[in-house]
């Protein structure tokens, strides 16, 4: 008989253990997910130069860096990517948007235009995100390092033809590991990329 009790006694502890035990797993909170959007103003809109229209191609973006998790490099060749903090809509989205505010802004063009737009383009813009990360490797300050790839093609009754083909690079210091201060030095590095694209453009377009 004690024996008896003795288990049935061992076995409702056991049970309220497992028990109290699911009721920790349970109610122990999860890290929320945070997204971010990099946050480029364009410049104050110039008078823009009629007869010019652009038709800006999605910006393509390479496939390590496509997915909206934040990509870390942590030491040579090592990539990461962090479940919990990314972006708010995909990069490809997001780039295409900052490239034709800015390009609208800039003057050059009676009309910039999405790819959809059944309108006559005299120049069309191809663009490629071709580096996207945080550089967190050991030995060195934290960097937010965007690499950017430009192809203007100008659309002539013959055929389109490249007026300019041109890589951007820009690896911008930052204070810390956050993920706010990864989107800051995004930002910069983004706006100073398609600052330089605008004058190298500008020059050119008085050229042709």
Not at 121 to 150: C, N
Request: charged content about 15%; proline content about 5%.
């Amino acid at each position: 008989m004690s024996n008896n009790i003795a288990t049935i006694v061992t076995g409702t502890l056991l049970g309220l253990i497992f028990v109290i035990g699911g009721c920790f797993t349970l109610e122990r909170p999860s890290p929320d997910k945070q997204f971010y959007m990099l946050e480029v103003k364009a410049p104050e809109a110039k008078p823009s130069v009629t007869g010019r229209v652009l038709k800006i191609q999605n910006v393509g973006v390479s496939p390590q860096y496509a997915g909206k998790a934040f990509v870390y490099v942590r030491s040579h060749g090592v990539y990461t990517s962090d479940f919990y903090n990314g972006f708010f809509v995909a990069p490809s989205a997001m780039f295409t948007e900052l490239v034709r505010e800015w390009l609208g802004a800039s003057g050059l063009f009676g009309h910039v235009i999405e790819s959809s737009s059944y309108m006559e383009a005299t120049h069309i813009l191809e663009s490629t995100v071709t580096a996207l990360y945080g550089d967190y490797r050991v030995g060195q300050s934290p960097r937010a390092v965007v690499e950017m790839k430009f192809l203007l093609l100008e659309n002539s009754s013959s055929a389109p033809h490249a007026v300019l083909d041109k890589s951007y690079r820009l690896e911008i210091s930052i204070p810390g590991t956050s993920p706010n201060e990864l989107v800051k030095g995004w930002s910069v590095a983004t706006g100073r990329i398609l600052d330089g694209f605008a004058q190298n453009l500008s020059e050119v377009l008085k050229k042709v």
